[in-house]
């Protein structure tokens, strides 16, 4: 029974990945367990990575090194090429607001962080450790991990247990924070609704899809590019039926415009209303009348797979001259935009076209459209990407009254050029489109690892410092972090800003990157606000989280 021994209690290859296996299957698995509606989803590979750890199980100080960094490259790489595309979207219009609250979480945690670590005498990375944890922050525990461990040359198991001390408790201090904003202010649930739909009427990401009739005799003989520069507006004129011959033309910048012609326009909410004034009044004629008027005609969705084509704007193809067709609007990652002459398209766009049948089908060609493609995993970026964030990390900056020069480290560095090649790739014809599927798989892998590790390392002392180091106190420091902050910027959000309350919802589970109060807020709204605002907030929070991390390290250690 040697070899059962040597598997179970050995160091090789076999005893390694069984223990990851173990731990991580069993995490995930308990992770699914609901009390009261709430789980502690993937973080619980983390808890049981220490009970294993407590009880006697190791791994190779080495491996486990290098496997906790190798995660936590996947994890943050994947969350910056999720996030990136909306980074600085985020900022537009309310965007600005819910991020300056969101900010807010931040430097209020950071600031009572530090007046606990003042008061207290406890280590600044063990309270890193508990904010990181207060926060449910996962990348910005293995900041300070990796910040610690570049100037002090070796690791401080005590970040890891303040992080899982303070854990469990924070995922119910956000919702009751929540929940509490809501009965501070006797929110009505029906009221706030009503108020979200007048909101959501304006939104500029949404298309609408209006027929109307030329009336403006300033415009009459005018083609459409130059109707596009006197009103200054954004609309795309898909369809025009012409007033003295019936007959339907699919717009093109040249195509003129006549008394009583009708045209199908695309257009935002925002500019509908002046487009309307502006080219004439508006009339009851659906797509399925335009389509009914002339049967060559259809309107079709095509899938962007062609590399190609990426990072190249509508203009350049020439899809009017070369074909007869006209691209109207594009759905990128579930959000309709206005098909500008301008806009950059990338593979995963849909665009809808219109045209005849047999043309579409050569645009098809052109463009790609073979789902099949996008199933192929683009491998050589997300690796030129890692490759760069590391090389990034790795880059020391000198900065007056630090005495340590500032690093990015393994977490900051890739999570900084995965938002950066998100964005800009397409533009340098860099394919980096990922599925959600795969991205997913590849992030939940590396949090998985990451996890595992800091629970393997942290599980042989956890016990002894919960009873005899005072561990018990760094779970109460840790409510104050989660809930103070939480509920001074919710209260600000809604008392000074007057938000909806399912956008402060949202809020406050984006400033603290938490999916199981982001869960709860969307089951309880019931629409899609709370994620919105979610979704505006945690690419910024993200990077602040990190970044805030490795600076409380630098400065105070």
Known sequence: MNWLSELFYGEGVAHTVLLFAFVIAAGIGLGKIKIFGISLGITFVLFVGILIAHLGFKINPEILHFMREFGLILFVYSVGLQVGPGFFSSFKKGGITLNMLAMTVVFLGVVITIIIHFITGIPMQTMVGVMSGAVTNTPGLGAAQQAFADIKGAG?????????????LAVIGIIFSIVLIKYLFRVNPDKETEDLNKLTGNNDDNIKLISLIISNPAIFGKNIVDVHRLLGRRFVVSRVLHANNDKIEIASSQTTLNENDRVYVATTPANMETVIAFLGRQIEMGQDEWDMLDSHLVSRRILITKSSING?????????????????????????LIADPTLTLQVGDRVTVVGDENAIKSV?????????????PNLIPIFIGIFLGILLGSIPFVFPGIPQPVKLGLAGGPLIVAILVSIFGPKYHLVTYTTMSANLMLREIGICLFLACVGIDAGGNFVDTIVNGGGLHWVGYGVMITVIPLLIVGIIGRWLFKLNYYSIMGLLAGSTTDPPALAYSNTTAGNDAPAVSYATVYPLTMFLRVLAAQLLILFFC
């Open 156 to 168: 401080d198991p005590s970040i890891a247990m303040g992080y899982a001390v303070a854990y469990p």
């Open 312 to 336: 190249r704007p509508i203009r350049q193809l020439n899809l009017r001259s070369n074909f007869g067709v006209n691209i109207t609007r594009v759905n990128r990652s579930g959000v309709d």
């Open 364 to 376: 098809e060609k052109v463009l790609g459209n073979q789902m099949k493609r996008l199933n192929e």
